[in-house]
Antibody
Framework: QVQLQESGPGLVEPSGTLSLTCAVS?????????WSWVRQPPGKGLEWIGE???????SYNPSLKSRVTISVDKSRNQFYLILNSVTAADTAVYFC??????????????WGQGTVVTVSS | QSALTQPRSVSGSPGQSVTISCTGT?????????VSWYQQHPGKAPKVMIY???KRPSGVPDRFSGSKSGNTASLTISGLQAEDEADYYC?????????FGGGTKLTVL
């Protein structure tokens, strides 16, 4: 079955760069899906970060757009999240998720288990 | 790009029905029929319960239903069961990006 698994450093220093990987198994990342990142600060709600299609098309949360890059590695069947200039407000559980077949289709049907990232010195 | 507005909490007794609202604007909920709902138990990843306003993925009980009127989408859970106790989030397309609601905690009394 389709599985997603996040990985990356659990601790990032303030003003540093957060880098996460989502490994996809059970389906090719070049299939007709958009691939997303969602985060959840401790005790708070979900926040959509952004998404990418394997062709390179992407869209981002306007509030994070200046600091976020999502990319895809077809050879590894993985996609990535880079968030620059992090602060304590970026401390959260970060989830990767499979989206729909079009950028306007809001359906995240497969999720990773989530990875905790803490921003602290 | 404010979060969609959901009640902080709702509650109901086993067997009853509850409805969770999700209010946005004409730029998101009201402008598109692309609203989904997610159930999240503590420490777990979210699970999609409804998409495209009212469609149910396979495996989701038909006790869960969705609807929309104007700028407000709704999730109704009928025949409440203990395992329905969880946080629920709506999510809508907003014309180039997606936005979640603030979340609603459902308590089964």
């Amino acid at each position: 079955q389709v599985q997603l698994q996040e990985s990356g450093p659990g601790l990032v220093e303030p003003s540093g760069t957060l880098s996460l990987t989502c490994a996809v198994s059970g389906v090719s990342i070049t299939s007709d899906y958009w691939w997303s990142w969602v985060r959840q600060p401790p005790g708070k709600g979900l926040e959509w970060i952004g998404e990418m299609y394997h062709t390179g098309s992407s869209s981002y949360n306007p509030s994070l757009k200046s600091r976020v890059t999502i990319s895809v590695d077809k050879s590894r069947n993985q996609f990535y999240l880079i968030l620059n200039s992090v602060t304590a407000a970026d401390t959260a559980v970060y989830f990767c998720a499979r989206g729909g077949s079009s950028s306007w289709h809001v359906v995240f049907d497969v999720w990773g288990q989530g990875t905790v990232v803490t921003v602290s010195s | 790009q404010s979060a969609l507005t959901q009640p902080r909490s709702v509650s109901g007794s086993p067997g009853q029905s509850v409805t969770i609202s999700c209010t946005g604007t004409s730029s998101d909920v009201g402008g598109y029929n692309f609203v989904s709902w997610y159930q999240q138990h503590p420490g777990k990843a979210p699970k999609v319960m409804i998409y495209d306003v009212s469609k149910r993925p396979s495996g989701v009980p038909d006790r869960f239903s969705g609807s929309k009127s104007g700028n407000t989408a709704s999730l109704t859970i009928s025949g409440l069961q203990a395992e329905d106790e969880a946080d629920y989030y709506c999510c809508s397309y907003a014309g180039s990006y997606k936005v979640f609601g603030g979340g609603t905690k459902l308590t089964v009394l």
